[in-house]
Structures are given as structure tokens and as C-alpha cells.
T-cell receptor, first 109, second 112 residues
Framework: KNEVEQSPQNLTAQEGEFITINCSYS?????LHWLQQHPGGGIVSLFM???GKKKHGRLIATINIQEKHSSLHITASHPRDSAVYIC???????????FGTGTSLTVIP | DVKVTQSSRYLVKRTGEKVFLECVQD?????MFWYRQDPGLGLRLIYF???????EKGDIPEGYSVSREKKERFSLILESASTNQTSMYLC???????????FGPGTRLTVL
């Protein structure tokens, strides 16, 4: 059983669509991260959340600590948003992170 | 900007060879991590290092060792490479006590 579950695994959208990627976790956490990985491997940190909501440009991340759930939203999606989006949680105790298996997003022009 | 570099983007080795993967960060971060990433499994922690000469096993340390002789450099060693170690290897670093990790570009290792 994975400590971090993401859905969907794969997502194809038309340019301009509103996109939601979900992450659920089963452990106590101090923070949740959303990461973006483009083809070729490089990973970029998008958000770090411990409560509430954060917005950066067209990206919005929310977290509900009680429900152990987070969502990443992309408004007005664009082909350059095509990437794998990974949810990661930092455990409450220690330095360990657990990672979801990622959501592969393809945005078609 | 933090920069994390890895010695190779692509590497092909033969079974039984000793393999060194190097990771260097230029921001004086205390914590450094080695992960491997496989389809359907996500990132899994191999080893991490709190600081120079300090290391701790992650979830899948078997078949690997690490070395942290200098703060900026964290090496992953495959003593005798096997085909099941074919994977993407990612290094990351972080200021101790903070959450955000900075990732290197990854090394795609193929063991034949």
C-alpha cells in the first residue's frame, strides 16, 4: 500500500481546459509538496503547503489536513504544462519524504 | 538560484561493474538525498545525508552505498551493478530544517 496516492495516473486535456490532479495520503505530515517533472527528468518544486491554499500564476494548490487530501489545479491549461506532476509528503517526524507515482499530463493544442 | 548537478545524464554499464554517481550542490545545503525513479513506483529514497560524513539508509539501500566527504558532494556507489539497478537516479539537496528540496537533472543508468 502506498502512503501517497495520486489520481488520475494519466490525463489528456485540450488547451484551455481547467485541470485538477488529486493527492491523498495516509500518514501524519508536516508539509506536502507538488513537483513538476518535464521529459528529460528535471524536477521543479511548485508548491510547499502545510495548510490552506497557494496560488502561483495559473497554478493553485489546496490542502485539507483533516481529510488528508490535496489538489493541484491548472487554469487555462497550455501545451507547455505537459509534464508529470508528483505529490510528495514530508513526514511529521524525521526527514523522510514519501512520493506519489505521479500524474502524466498531456495538453493538446 | 540553487544549482544541483549530476555527473552524467546518461550512463551505460555492464553487470558487475562498480558505478559512481556524483551529485554536487552549490548552496551549502546540509541535507542531500539520492532517489531512484521507476515507472509505476515513483521516487524511492535510497540514502540521505544529514551533513558531512553523516548518512542514513532510506527505503531501498540494498546494493548501494554512499559517501559524503565534503558538504557540497554526495556520491552514490553501486559496488557491483546489476540489471535491476537500471533506473533514473535523482539527487536532491535541502537546507536542514526546511521542506523544499532542490533536484538535479537526473542520471539515467542502464546496466546491461
Amino acid at each position: 500500500k502506498n502512503e501517497v496516492e495520486q489520481s488520475p495516473q494519466n490525463l489528456t486535456a485540450q488547451e484551455g481546459e481547467f485541470i485538477t490532479i488529486n493527492c491523498s495520503y495516509s500518514v501524519g505530515i508536516s508539509a506536502l509538496h507538488w513537483l513538476q517533472q518535464h521529459p528529460g527528468g528535471g524536477i521543479v518544486s511548485l508548491f510547499m503547503l502545510s495548510s490552506g491554499k497557494k496560488k502561483h500564476g495559473r497554478l493553485i494548490a489546496t490542502i485539507n489536513i483533516q481529510e488528508k487530501h490535496s489538489s493541484l489545479h491548472i487554469t487555462a491549461s497550455h501545451p507547455r504544462d505537459s509534464a508529470v506532476y508528483i505529490c510528495a509528503v514530508r513526514l511529521l517526524m524525521g526527514n523522510q519524504f514519501y512520493f506519489g507515482t505521479g500524474t502524466s499530463l498531456t495538453v493538446i493544442p | 538560484d540553487v544549482k544541483v548537478t549530476q555527473s552524467s545524464r546518461y550512463l551505460v554499464k555492464r553487470t558487475g561493474e562498480k558505478v559512481f554517481l556524483e551529485c554536487v550542490q552549490d548552496m551549502d545545503h546540509e541535507n542531500m538525498f539520492w532517489y531512484r525513479q521507476d515507472p509505476g513506483l515513483g521516487l524511492r529514497l535510497i540514502y540521505f545525508s544529514y551533513d558531512v560524513k553523516m548518512k542514513e539508509k532510506g527505503d531501498i539501500p540494498e546494493g548501494y552505498s554512499v559517501s559524503r566527504e565534503k558538504k557540497e558532494r554526495f556520491s552514490l556507489i553501486l559496488e557491483s551493478a546489476s540489471t535491476n539497478q537500471t533506473s533514473m537516479y535523482l539527487c536532491a539537496s535541502r537546507i536542514a530544517g526546511t521542506g523544499k528540496q532542490y533536484f538535479g537533472p537526473g542520471t539515467r543508468l542502464t546496466v546491461l
